[in-house]
């Protein structure tokens, strides 16, 4: 399995209060991505990072923030979480470059944080 | 941009039988990759298989395999011999072939193994 954990693993705050998740992998892949998975819609993407201190918008980025300061960590910010925030995240990393080896295509997912907003 | 569509919120088979889940995508692009997750209920996702737009022979892994149908956008996953072990939500998704390789999903379908 690839080396990605998330913390926490599971959250119940408040509407209103900031949160923070946090990815970190030790696999030295240089993309990572956050996605929230919500019943009928699929994982969607939040943001991705293809650097350190390089981050691009996804699909439902409003209310999101990201930071990248070191290859190995992503952090996710509700800067005031709101009740349609409740969701699951996940966060992915690839590394598209494989030198000889071609193309990497894959992403490797981590186990998730169910994050509850009342 | 791309939409990934699953028609089947739910699917119900036999232990033993064969299943398929549909899955349609729309997309501009001629190279792409699309890819099958299993979600079991510890919600750790697992890549089943994937397939590369350019490459016509349908891929396969042990007991699931898929029919590619690129003119009518078509990415279909056939489990034979169904498990118990393979109940969980499966998603279809796409990635193009270029640029920052994020994953488009479709809804996900909720397949039940019954024994």
């Known amino acids: 399995d690839a080396g990605i954990t998330q913390s926490p693993r599971h959250k119940v705050t408040e509407t209103g209060t900031p949160v923070t998740l946090r990815c970190h992998q030790t696999?030295?892949?240089?993309?990572m991505y956050w996605y929230r998975q919500d019943p009928g819609h699929g994982l969607r993407l939040i943001h991705y990072?293809?650097?350190?201190?390089?981050?691009d918008k996804g699909e439902v980025s409003d209310g999101y923030s990201v930071s990248r300061s070191k290859t190995e960590d992503f952090l996710l910010t509700l800067e005031s979480a709101t009740s349609s925030q409740t969701s699951v995240y996940f966060c992915?990393?690839?590394?598209?470059?494989?030198?000889?080896?071609?193309?990497?295509?894959?992403?490797?997912f981590g186990p998730g944080t169910r994050l509850t907003v009342l | 941009a791309q939409t990934v569509t699953q028609s089947q919120p739910e699917m119900s088979v036999q232990e033993a039988e064969t299943v398929t889940l549909s899955c349609t995508y729309d997309t501009s692009e001629n190279n792409y990759y699309l890819f099958w997750y299993k979600q079991p209920p510890s919600r750790q996702m697992i890549l089943v298989i994937r397939q590369e737009a350019y490459k016509q022979q349908n891929a396969t892994e042990n007991r699931f395999s898929v029919n590619f149908q690129k003119a009518a956008k078509s990415f279909s996953l056939k489990i034979s011999d169904s498990q118990l072990g393979d109940t969980a939500m499966y998603f279809c998704?796409?990635?193009?072939?270029?640029?920052?390789?994020?994953?488009?999903f479709g809804q996900g379908t909720r397949l039940t193994i019954n024994p």
């Open positions: 990072s293809y650097g350190v201190k390089d981050t």
């Open positions: 998704a796409f990635m193009g072939w270029q640029g920052a390789q994020k994953l488009v």
């Open positions: 696999e030295n892949h240089r993309y």
């Open positions: 992915a990393i690839s590394e598209p470059y494989l030198g000889t080896s071609g193309r990497g295509d894959e992403q490797f």
